[in-house]
């Protein structure tokens, strides 16, 4: 059984808009840990943000935020105010234990001017 | 800044070559990881490392080795190349995770096999 899930193979959208990247996980570890990552076209993976499942509060960092819903497994990227740099493919991860992340297969994301 | 630097970006190796993928690390991380990339699949966990001289298989360990003499580096070996090791290889580290919960990616390691 798949541990992360994200359905939306690709999205479009138009530039400004908000975005909503979904992710749902699956774990019976009450300690874990939320990732989400973005990779451009040039190939490097770079770290946006990471949500705690025991904090109290949905992470944020600047124009991304994620909303972290504990009882229906879900941990959705949002996007305010999109910009065409924001095209690229997004990994949602989750790290369960010391030190592997289990990886999603990923959301390509299309800004369109 | 953190940095993760693969010594390669982009390589072209034959079928049978032994191929070096280098990975070094400039924080100080215990824990460093190899993952392959493929088109729909994700990423896979090929090795990982948690200190010096050790190392543990990751999902697809096969026709891959890895070594890790000191802390700060972290080589992949395909001890024999074969066309479906094309792939793009990514080099990881982090801290244990009670001392921090960021992975730190390098810019990946393009490899064709022909």
């Known amino acids: 059984a798949q541990k992360i899930t994200q359905t939306q193979p690709g999205m479009f959208v138009q530039e400004k808009e908000a975005v909503t990247l979904d992710c749902t996980y699956d774990t019976s570890d009450p300690s874990y840990g939320l990732f989400w990552y973005k990779q451009p076209s040039s190939g490097e993976m770079i770290f946006l943000i990471y949500?705690?499942?025991?904090d109290q509060q949905n992470a944020t960092e600047g124009r991304y935020s994620l909303n972290f819903q504990k009882a229906r497994k879900s941990a959705n990227l949002v996007i305010s105010a999109s910009q065409l740099g924001d095209s690229a493919m997004y990994f949602c991860?989750?790290?369960?234990?010391?030190?592997?992340?289990?990886w999603g297969a990923g959301t390509k994301l299309i800004i369109k001017p | 800044d953190v940095k993760v630097t693969q010594s390669s970006r982009y390589l072209v190796k034959r079928t049978g070559e032994k191929v070096f993928l280098e990975c070094v690390q400039d924080?100080?991380?215990?824990?460093m990881f190899w993952y392959r990339q493929d088109p729909g699949l994700g990423l896979r966990l090929i090795y990982f490392?948690?200190?010096?001289?050790?190392?543990e298989k990751g999902d697809i360990p096969e026709g891959y080795s890895v070594s890790r003499e000191k802390k700060e580096r972290f080589s992949l070996i395909l001890e024999s190349a074969s066309t479906n090791q094309t792939s793009m290889y990514l080099c990881?580290?982090?801290?244990?995770?009670?001392?921090?919960?960021?992975?730190?990616f390098g810019e990946g390691s393009w490899l064709t096999v022909v």
């Open positions: 949500q705690g499942s025991y």
């Open positions: 924080m100080d991380h215990e824990n």
């Open positions: 991860a989750m790290r369960e234990g010391n030190y592997q992340l289990i």
């Open positions: 990881a580290s982090s801290l244990p995770r009670s001392s921090g919960n960021t992975i730190y």
């Open positions: 490392s948690y200190d010096v001289k050790m190392k």
